[in-house]
């Protein structure tokens, strides 16, 4: 089993910046990618970014040039770095992880509006 922490949400201005941040805990040896998802009211949860263990990413072509993941294995966290925000990205955005496995666990969620 694997826990996801979420934390870093909050209100900002268009073309503001936030940061997510996403603790994992529990087996994490066993974690390979994690990633971030985002949900808009009324839409599915959809894919925006995603990390490797080895360090590759990969970016929703939306955010692309505005968002930036990370990862510290060190600290088992990876981080979204949001920068040049657009009230199109308000949304609940989720920590995702995939194991070695084949498992996959989520964070609760934490909240994200850009105000116009």
């Known amino acids: 089993q694997v826990q996801l922490v979420e934390s870093g949400g909050g209100l900002v201005q268009a073309g503001g910046s936030l940061r997510l941040s996403c603790a994992a805990s529990?087996?994490?040896?066993?974690?390979?990618?994690m990633g971030w998802y985002r949900q808009a009211p009324g839409k599915q949860r959809g894919w925006v970014a995603s990390?490797?263990?080895?360090?590759?990413?990969n970016y929703v072509n939306s955010v692309k040039g505005r968002f930036t993941i990370s990862r510290d294995n060190a600290k088992n966290t990876v981080y979204l770095q949001m920068n040049s925000l657009k009230p199109e990205d308000t949304a609940v955005y989720y920590c995702?992880?995939?194991?070695?496995?084949?498992?996959?666990?989520w964070g609760q969620g934490t909240q994200v509006t850009v105000s116009s």
């Open positions: 529990g087996s994490i040896a066993g974690i390979n990618v």
């Open positions: 990390i490797a263990k080895s360090g590759s990413t």
């Open positions: 995702n992880c995939g194991t070695f496995s084949g498992n996959y666990y």
